[in-house]
């Protein structure tokens, strides 16, 4: 079964802490992607990656670091956690060609005090 | 950059009534596709249109494009409760499968 399995799926820290949200896909696909959710801003690119140690930017990256070591794997890395990074956060792994599709994982909840 | 726009919001009906949800976009796009969200879940593709059609249809969906108009409207027919869900469109340009860009959504409710 296709799957995008991001851990874990809530998360309370407090500012400073080092955190990393793991996210794995199994369908070998070469494009992943991190976004975050909030109310009324709707779904926002973090960074993304084309393929093994090819990362790029996205919309809001301050803050964020991602390290692609393996095509399956694509962590999310928050190195000093501040209350503005607390959030719905997604893991998206990307079918390219003729028909585009982002899969996606459960959603980590986080929260940063 | 936020690349679609959603538009209603938030629109609520009866169950039976059709749906529609319109998305605006600004820049050339290879596709347009819209996802489903339920409450606080992962988005679950739902169609996809390809900047060379006109309209698609999938079961109860109907999604047109404008490309001169950079819009595209999700049509819901015959709604059910169960359709209660968050719509999102999103855009892909040409050449950049990566850059799968998400408007802020229509939060659809559907009363029984």
């Known amino acids: 079964e296709a799957q995008v399995t991001q851990n874990p799926r809530y998360l309370i820290t407090v500012t400073g802490k080092k955190l990393t949200v793991t996210c794995s896909q199994n369908?070998?696909?070469?494009?992943m992607s991190w976004y975050r959710q909030d109310p009324g801003l709707g779904l926002r690119q973090i960074y993304y990656?084309?393929?093994?140690?090819?990362?790029d930017k996205g919309d809001v990256p301050e803050g964020y670091k991602v390290s692609r070591k393996e095509k399956r794997n694509f962590p999310l890395i928050l190195e000093s956690p501040s209350p503005n990074q607390t959030s719905l956060y997604f893991c998206?792994?990307?079918?390219?060609?003729?028909?585009?599709?982002?899969?996606f994982g459960q959603g980590t909840r986080l929260t940063v005090v | 950059s936020q690349q679609g726009e959603e538009d209603p919001q938030a629109l609520s009906i009866q169950e039976g009534e059709n749906a529609t949800m319109n998305c605006s976009y600004k820049?050339?796009?290879?596709?347009l596709q819209w996802y489903r969200q339920n409450s606080g879940r992962g988005l679950v593709h739902l169609i996809l249109?390809?900047?060379?059609?006109r309209e698609k249809h999938s079961g109860r969906l109907r999604v047109t494009l404008d490309t001169s108009k950079k819009s595209s409207s999700l049509l819901i027919t015959a709604s059910r409760a169960a359709d209660t869900a968050s719509y999102f469109c999103?855009?892909?340009?040409?050449?950049?499968?990566?850059?799968?860009?998400f408007g802020i959504g229509t939060k659809l409710q559907v009363i029984p």
């Open positions: 998206a792994s990307i079918r390219g060609g003729k028909n585009t599709e982002a899969f």
């Open positions: 369908m070998n696909h070469e494009y």
């Open positions: 990656s084309m393929n093994v140690e090819v990362t």
């Open positions: 820049t050339s796009i290879n596709n």
């Open positions: 249109i390809r900047s060379n059609e």
């Open positions: 999103a855009t892909v340009p040409p050449g950049g499968y990566q850059k799968v860009t």
